[in-house]
């Protein structure tokens, strides 16, 4: 029972992790369109 919680603590802390990284690169390509569009 106890391996299980832990289980599910990782994989959240992993889900959460990866949605970080993903908003973070999202935010990082649309900084980096719009410097595009100023300099042009």
Not at 13 to 20: A, F, G, P, S
């Amino acid at each position: 029972k106890k391996a299980i919680e832990q289980l599910r603590k990782d994989t959240d802390e992993t889900i959460n992790r990866l949605h970080n990284e993903i908003k973070a690169s999202k935010a990082a390509r649309q900084k980096r369109k719009d410097e595009q569009h100023r300099t042009e």
